[in-house]
């Protein structure tokens, strides 16, 4: 049998290697034409696992499915961006048993509905889940976790470039739930709008250990009374090890300050969780941004939290919880002022709106003259766009390393005039625009 070992990300996954084995027989799904692409054919290119991809005319397919894929073997199944599989809101997309892998990729799993994960169960298996759209996926009724995913019994699930859009969970995790002995590491992950009733608007974390980079979180809320973590919930059933970094929380809400802990993140349980170079902003209606209760310390490193509303904490712990400043922290706002420590600067990290400044998601870059600039120190080696740190003497707080200030003589005989915060490409053109009219000037960050 041979083996197809494919490295996942060095920073986010270290040394991890990830190895299917696609031995079987292979399956393709279609004979050239979209009309070929249903789901009878997918499930005959399914039988006996493998590698299955899918020959549909090159354009985008869509085929409703109307039963749940219960794969047992081997299985990787690669859509090439061009495969979408409709629920219909009546079916999950697939559940994957057995102690082996699976990998997924280049899909769009849609209005999947099932009690425990609307598109995708996994039991006890290894899953690669790769440039894959999940949105509108629903996990219904009593006791409904995972409104996209669901995993159980010591499955380890990886997941890269996978956005997580407007899922809902009539329970916890209104995209991804994970349970006891699970383990999950996820790199450019955006998860934007999903919704759980009860606690983890994006993730429900009770598993071991939990490892997020350079991701994004936005919009996702709880919505009831006491339900905690608008955007992550950490609730280990055991031992874990928790690991934040490089990513954004912006827009997440819980219910009501005193209804919810944690408008982004929330962590109990007594198991330490690290934050570090991350921006936490407009998050709102809980006890606290980042939350930590149980006997759990959070530990916050290179992290920027602010709050625009005055009834918000930044911080909020309760029953044995702490906040641990790690070093280099920015807070801002909320109505206790130095809630996440008093050793942390309370002052205004200048944040720009959310938007498009490269790579996989958005950022919410620094202002000219933010604080943020260049006070890190040994930050990780990319920022969330995957931006190599530092840019000018020292790396920047928060998800986002600013680029250099270019500096342009304004007029014959004298000053100048700072433009600042252009994203990557920007810089690049203005660079070239100014080469061409002999203007060219760029000038290191000072201080
Ligand atoms: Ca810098």
Redesign the pocket.
């Known amino acids: 049998m041979r083996l197809h070992c494919l490295p996942l990300h060095a920073a986010l996954l270290t040394a991890l290697v990830f190895c299917t084995t696609p031995a079987y027989a292979a399956g393709t799904v279609g004979t050239g034409t979209p009309g070929s692409c249903n789901e009878a054919a997918l499930d005959a290119a399914l039988v006996g696992g493998g590698t299955v991809n899918f020959n549909c005319g090159g354009g985008q397919v869509t085929i409703p499915l109307t039963s749940t894929k219960m794969l047992t073997s081997a299985t990787s199944i690669d859509g090439s961006g061009l495969i979408t599989l409709d629920g219909q809101a009546a079916v999950s997309h697939f559940y994957l048993n057995n102690a082996v892998n699976y990998t997924l990729a280049g899909m769009s799993l849609v209005n999947g509905k099932a009690s425990l994960g609307g598109a995708i169960r996994v039991d006890s298996a290894t899953v690669v889940l790769t440039k894959l759209l999940l949105s509108n996926n629903v996990a219904e009724g009593l006791g409904a976790k995972g409104g996209a995913i669901y995993t159980s019994n010591g499955t380890t699930l990886f997941i890269q470039e996978v956005r997580a859009i407007a899922n809902q969970s009539d329970g916890s995790g209104g995209a991804i739930y994970t349970s006891a002995n699970d383990t999950m590491a996820m790199g450019r992950f955006v998860a934007q709008d999903n919704q759980a009733g009860a606690g983890g608007g994006a993730i429900f974390h009770r598993g071991q250990s939990l490892n997020i980079g350079r991701s994004l979180f936005t919009g996702n809320r709880v919505t009831q009374w006491g339900a905690n973590g608008g955007a992550i919930a950490i609730d280990p059933a055991g031992p874990s090890s928790v690991v934040l970094g490089n990513s954004t929380f912006y827009g997440n809400t819980g219910v009501a300050p005193g209804g919810s802990n944690g408008s982004a993140v929330d962590v109990t349980g007594g198991q330490s969780a690290t934050i570090y170079s991350s921006t936490f902003a407009g998050n709102s209606l809980a006890e606290g941004v980042i939350a930590a209760h149980g006997g759990t310390t959070a530990t916050l490193t290179h992290t920027i939290v602010s709050s625009s509303l005055q009834d918000n904490a930044n911080c909020f712990t309760n029953t044995g919880g702490s906040i641990a400043d790690g070093s280099n922290n920015l807070q801002f706002g909320g109505s206790v002022a130095q809630s996440c420590g008093a050793a942390i600067p309370v002052t205004d990290p200048l944040l720009a709106p959310l938007a498009d400044n490269g790579g996989f998601s958005h950022t919410m870059a620094l202002k000219a003259g933010s604080p943020a600039?260049?006070a890190?120190s040994s930050c990780s080696q990319f920022d969330q766009r995957d931006v190599a740190?530092?840019?000018?003497?020292?790396?920047?707080i928060g998800a986002y390393?600013?680029p250099l200030p270019v500096v342009v003589p304004s007029a014959p005989g004298g000053g100048t005039t700072a433009i600042p915060a252009l994203g990557g490409a920007g810089l690049t053109l203005l660079s070239a625009l100014l080469a061409g009219l002999g203007l060219g000037q760029r000038q290191r960050?000072q201080g």
Request: aromatic content about 0%; some cysteine; overall charge negative.
């Open positions: 600039i260049d890190g740190r530092p840019i000018g003497p020292a790396c920047d390393e600013a960050r």
